[in-house]
């Protein structure tokens, strides 16, 4: 975790109130929503009369994330990114973090430092506010439980049980680069096991380790639909793959769905790691999961707006719920689509 010989402060010497002081003195407030944030019993938030949306996610060590190839800051940060995707799947605007984080004592204060800075330059990056949490001691390692809120217009709140039949369905960004980007990762990490003088190259794999460690929350998108006054009828973030999240607004809505395998963007990095895995590309769109995508479904007559839209790829329509979800294949066979995501109750899946 850290290679270098300075002195390390062990988290008993500050004590719970004294680490809470200490990481969180860089904390900035930038949202003038927030009427009291850390300090007090609890942060006041002040909305008007816009709706609140509230996400909380945990991630923990051995199950989310192997600290052997995760730097501490980039897992702050993405614990961050984690949470603002939900918020902006609701199409709204995230404004405020509280951040909890149970340690044990293998990490001393600078680790907790370094996880910290991942944390408040996300928030600075996205203009959300640290406005409380918590520190407690861990026996397994460390925790990281952030909950998120945000703010939009009751009229604009999208959820996932609003699509219909023949809404398109549409992405954003690219799919599969972040489940590549770890299988790369976890080959490396079996390498330096055999033989720890090795130097990974993964330069050629850059795009891919950044979308894993260091991804994006789709923070332009409820802007951008706003902008061209595109209303979405559903939408879900993609964290757990593609084909998961079709079937959770299908089930939601109680609608089906067909997605075509050659509408799917994948970037050139991702077709050519999986050939070099010898891993189908359309799978792991499909099923690899953490991209932090936006899934969502518009009425057709919203086609015009979006169809040349660089950040936007429609992939799909949703049917009527009686002709089920599937893949429909470059071969032109229709296949249904199965959940095979991530699942951290799942003790045959390897971690993602």
């Known amino acids: 975790m850290f290679e270098d010989n300075s002195p390390k402060t062990s988290l008993s010497e500050l004590g719970e109130f004294g680490l809470i002081d200490h990481l969180t003195r860089f904390v900035e407030i930038y949202q003038p929503s927030t009427l009291k944030g850390i300090g007090d019993d609890a942060a006041v938030i002040h909305h008007k009369d816009e709706a609140t949306v509230v996400t909380t996610d945990m991630l923990v060590e051995g199950v989310h994330f192997d600290l052997a190839y995760m730097p501490l800051k980039h897992l702050g940060y993405k614990a961050v990114m984690v949470n603002l995707s939900d918020v902006y799947a609701m199409n709204a605007e995230a404004t405020q973090i509280t951040v909890s984080i149970a340690a044990s004592n293998r990490f001393p204060v600078e680790a907790l430092e370094e996880l910290y800075a991942g944390i408040t330059l996300a928030a600075k990056t996205y203009k959300v506010d640290v406005v409380g949490g918590d520190t407690t001691s861990s026996t397994s390692g460390l925790v990281i439980s952030i909950t998120a809120l945000g703010k939009v217009d009751p009229k604009k709140v999208t959820s996932r049980d609003g699509a219909k039949p023949n809404d398109l369905l549409v992405v954003t960004g690219d799919l599969g680069a972040a489940y590549m980007g770890l299988q790369v990762l976890e080959r490396e990490k079996q390498v330096f096991k055999v033989n720890p003088n090795a130097q990974p190259d993964l330069e050629p794999y850059a795009y891919l380790v950044e979308r894993q460690l260091k991804p994006e929350a789709r923070k332009d998108i409820p802007g951008l639909l706003a902008a061209l006054e595109v209303q979405p009828t559903s939408m879900i973030d993609i964290s757990d793959g593609l084909s998961s999240e079709v079937i959770h607004i299908c089930k939601s809505s109680k609608v089906g769905a067909n997605i075509f395998e050659e509408k799917i963007p ?33 009425d057709q007559k919203d086609f015009d707006k979006i169809k040349a839209n660089p950040n936007l790829t429609i992939v799909g329509h949703i049917t009527e719920e009686r002709e089920g979800m599937h893949l429909v294949t470059r071969g032109n066979q229709k296949i249904p689509i199965k959940a095979q995501g991530w699942n951290s109750f799942d003790d045959e899946k390897e971690e993602d």
């Open 266 to 298: 994948l970037d050139p990095a991702v077709i050519s790691v999986c050939e070099e895995f010898n891993i189908d590309s359309t799978t792991i769109a499909l099923n690899g999961g953490e991209d932090y995508e936006l899934l969502f479904t518009v």
